[in-house]
C-alpha cells in the first residue's frame, strides 16, 4: 500500500537508524500493531 | 463450566465441519436479532445503553438466555461515542435511537484521480475531513478528536468483548472471529460517492470507477483479512449495489474486483460469508464462480434455484424472512423454517440464519414467541 | 427550433449529452415562455419512457436516479427561460421518510419522477414527524401524502402519521401511499394507507389515477 499515511516495518525501520542493537523482536510487533490498528480504524470510518 | 466449554467446542467443531463443507450434525441456527433488539427486550433506552455500555451486560444475558443460538447475538455493531466526538454525518443516531446511514457524499467526482494515485491518502487528507467535521479543522483540535475518537472506540469494542468472553463461557457459543470488508465498486458508493453519485458516475466516468477499484482492492482485502486465516471465523462481505446495476455494468464496473477480492482471501484460507442483499437472482452463475465453499446469505431470491444452482459448491443460508416473524403466527413462522429446511438442509452446506437482522422490538407483536419458537424449532429438527 | 422528439428520445435514452446541447441551444435562441413550457414537456415525455424501461427490466434503480439528476439539469437550464409561464400542475404531493427513518433514495426517486409527470412535490425530508406532515398538510392542501421507509419501525411511524392526519381532521381530504421495503397489503390495511408500493413507477401511476 503506497501512502504516505503507512508504512511497512522496513520503511519504518529504514527512518529509525537509533532503534539499531534495540530489541526489534520485541519493538516490531508492537509498532505495526499500531500501524494496523490505525488501519482498520480510518477504514472503518468508511465502511 | 465444563458443559460450556463442551458445547463451544462442539459449536466449533460444527462450523468448522460446515466451512470446510462437511455435513455437520445438525444445522447451526444464529439469532438474527441484534443487540438494539436486546436492549428493547430488556425494557431498556436504547440510545441510554448505548452509551452508557455498563447497562449492557444483563441485557445480554437475557437475551442468550431466552433466544436459541449457536453463534454469540448481537450482530454488527456501531457505537456512537467515537461517532458523536468525531462530528460523524455518515453515521448517525436518529430520533429513534438507532444507528444509521444516510446518503451523503464523501468524494467528489473531480477527486478520482486523487483517489486513484493513493486511495489512504484520499481517505485521510480529503474523504473523512468532508464526513467528519473534527476532522476538519485546526490541526491541535483534528489531533485531539482523533485520539480521543479511537481511545473511545477502542474502550467500547473491549467493553463489549468482556460481556461476550462472559457469555461465551456461560452459554458455550461458538467463538468465531469475523473481519468487515465491501466489494470495491461498494466501497465507491456507499461512503464515498453515495448511492446518486455513483449512478451519475456508471454513465459518466465508468473508467473512473474501474481505475478505482483496482486501486482499492488491496485496500478492501487488507481490511478483511484476519489476524490468523487459517482461525475459525470469516470475513463478512454485504453486498449493495449489484442489483441497481444494468447488467453490463456489473459485468465491467462490480464483478472483476469483487471476484479478485474473494478470490484472494479464499486464496489465504480464509472462510467468506456474503450478505446477498436485495435481489441477485440474474446474477446467480456468477455466485456459482467463487471459491468452493463461500458462505452466501441471501436476502432475497427462489430458495429452490439456488439450493439447486449453488448448493452443491457453497454454503447457503439466509432467505427466511424476519417480516413473518412480526405479522404471522406462530404456526406460520415454524412452518415456514419446516419449508426452508426441507429445501435447503439435503445433502448439507445449510446454516440457518434470516434473511436479515432483526433490529426493532414490535412491542405489541407477536416477534418474541415467534423469534424463540422457530429457533427453537430448527436447533430440535434441523437435521441435514 | 428544437426538434422535441429528439429531446424525449434522448431523455429516455439518457444521453446526457444531447439532452444538454439540445436544450442550450434552444436557451440561447431566446425563445418564447410557451416554447420553453413544450420543451419541459418534452423531458417529461422522456421520463415516461424510462419508467417504462424500469418497468421491462431494461433500466435499473440506479439509472432511475440518474434520470432524476438529468431532469433536475434540463429544468434548471429552462427555468430562466419559462418566464412567468406557470407549469399546469396535475396534482401536488407531501412526501417524506417518517419518524425514525433516515433513508431517502427511494422517495428522492419517486419525488424526481412525480416531478417530471407534474406533481408539485413538498419534500420534507427524512425522520420526519407525524406533527410535521400534519403542519404541512394544513399549509398546502396537497392531494396525496407519500410516506417512506425503510426500517420496520417505519410501519410504526406511518400508523402514527396516519392517526395524526385523523386526528386533524384531514385524513377524509387526502389519499396516502406509503413506499419502501417492509410495506405490503397487510401494513397498508394496519396503517390506514391507501396504497402501498415498492416501486417508484407503479407507484406514480397510482398517484396519477388519484388526480385524473
Sequence with gaps: MDSKYYETWEEYLAEHPELEGKPIKAIEPKVQKYEDAMFTFIMDLVL | MTDAVAMTNERNQMFSDLFSGKTPKRV?????????????????????????????????????????????????????????????TPIVMSSSGFMQHPDVVGMLAEEYDEFIA????????????????????APGKVAMALAKAMRAQSDDLAYLGTIRAKMNAKYGFATMSAALTEAP????ADFLRSFKGISGDVRRHPDKIAAACEAVLPLMIKKGTLPNPSMLGYTFIPLHMAPYLRDKDFLTLYWPTFKKMVETLA????????????????????????????????????????????????????????????TGTK?????KAKELLD??????????????????????????????????????NGAY | MIDLKVLTQAVGDLDEQVILSLINEFVASNPSG???????????????????????????????????????????AIKPVLGGVGSQKVGSIVIGTVQGDLHDIGKNIFSSMAEAAGFEVYDLG??????????????????????????????????????????????????????????????????????????AAEGLKTCQGWVS
Design chain 2, 28 to 88: 447451526p441456527v444464529s439469532n438474527p436479532a441484534t443487540q438494539d433488539f436486546a436492549i428493547q427486550y430488556a425494557g431498556l433506552d436504547l440510545a441510554e445503553c448505548q452509551w452508557d455500555l455498563t447497562k449492557l451486560e444483563p441485557v445480554y444475558d437475557k437475551f442468550c438466555q431466552d433466544f436459541f443460538t449457536d453463534t454469540y447475538p448481537g450482530g454488527s455493531i456501531r457505537l456512537p461515542s467515537h461517532y458523536q466526538i468525531l462530528g460523524s
Design chain 2, 118 to 137: 493513493s486511495p489512504y491518502d484520499c481517505i485521510v487528507e480529503t474523504i473523512l475531513p468532508r464526513l467528519f467535521t473534527e476532522l476538519n479543522g
Design chain 2, 185 to 188: 465498486f461498494d466501497f465507491m
Design chain 2, 267 to 326: 486464496g489465504m484460507g480464509q472462510t467468506v460469508q456474503l450478505f446477498v442483499e436485495q435481489d441477485w437472482m440474474r446474477y446467480i452463475d456468477y455466485l456459482y464462480e467463487l471459491p468452493e465453499n463461500t458462505i452466501m446469505r441471501f436476502e432475497y431470491g427462489d430458495a429452490k434455484v439456488v439450493k439447486e444452482k449453488l448448493g452443491k459448491k457453497h454454503i447457503i443460508s439466509g432467505f427466511y424472512p424476519v417480516t413473518l416473524l412480526q
Design chain 2, 331 to 335: 404456526q406460520q413462522c415454524v412452518d
Design chain 2, 343 to 380: 429445501i435447503l438442509a439435503p445433502g448439507g452446506r445449510y446454516w440457518w440464519q434470516a434473511d436479515k437482522s432483526i433490529i426493532n422490538l414490535e412491542a405489541n407483536g407477536p416477534v418474541v414467541e415467534n423469534l424463540r419458537a422457530v429457533l427453537e424449532y430448527v436447533h430440535e
Design chain 3, 34 to 76: 410557451e416554447d420553453a413550457q413544450m420543451v419541459v414537456q418534452a423531458c417529461q415525455q422522456g421520463m415516461a419512457i424510462v419508467g417504462d424501461l424500469f418497468e421491462k427490466n431494461v433500466y435499473y434503480v440506479g439509472d432511475l436516479i440518474f434520470a432524476g439528476d438529468l431532469l433536475t439539469q434540463a429544468i434548471n
Design chain 3, 126 to 199: 427524512i425522520d420526519v414527524s407525524p406533527s410535521a406532515f400534519v403542519e404541512k398538510v394544513k399549509e398546502v392542501k396537497p392531494q396525496i401524502i407519500g410516506m417512506s421507509g425503510v426500517l420496520t419501525l417505519a410501519i410504526d411511524s406511518m400508523k402514527k402519521t396516519v392517526n395524526a392526519l385523523n386526528e386533524a381532521g384531514l385524513r377524509d381530504s387526502v389519499k396516502v401511499i406509503i413506499g419502501g421495503n417492509p410495506v405490503n397489503e397487510d401494513a397498508c390495511k394496519q396503517i390506514g394507507a391507501d396504497s402501498f408500493t415498492t416501486n
